[in-house]
């Protein structure tokens, strides 16, 4: 009869255990899916700062190269040529194409997403 009663009563203890686990595992589960959204976002985020960094980047080029090139049409148009200052001006616009601003991920010491551990308190 003690072997049967303590045979329940590990079962019983095993079911308890296997119930606390399902519902760490659905709370680390809903942790993680949790985690991936705001990272994803935050990712996502990022790609949208960049993209509209570099569009900034090529409509100023774009901007100044135009400019170059009314300048040069209305030279030409004056029949003035200033080939040194067009030069130049064409030279500062090459360097700028040749060294972009720097733009490179940083890392920031605080975490987006909450840690988690298991503990075990006995």
């Keep these: 009869m003690a072997m049967a009663n303590n045979k329940t009563h590990n079962e019983e203890f095993k079911q308890r255990i296997n119930e606390q686990n399902h519902s760490l595992m659905k709370q680390i589960n809903q942790w993680e899916r949790n985690s991936i959204e705001i990272i994803q976002q935050k990712a996502q985020k990022c790609r949208e700062i960049l993209i509209k960094s570099s569009e900034t980047l090529i409509y100023d080029m774009e901007k100044k190269l135009n400019g170059l090139s009314e300048q040069i ?50």
């Design 73 to 122: 049409k209305q030279i030409h148009r004056e029949n003035e040529i200033d080939l040194n200052y067009l030069k130049n001006q064409l030279a500062n616009i090459v360097e700028e194409l040749n060294n972009p601003p720097n733009i490179s991920p940083q890392q920031n010491s605080q975490p987006i997403i909450d840690d988690i551990s298991i503990i075990s308190l006995k």
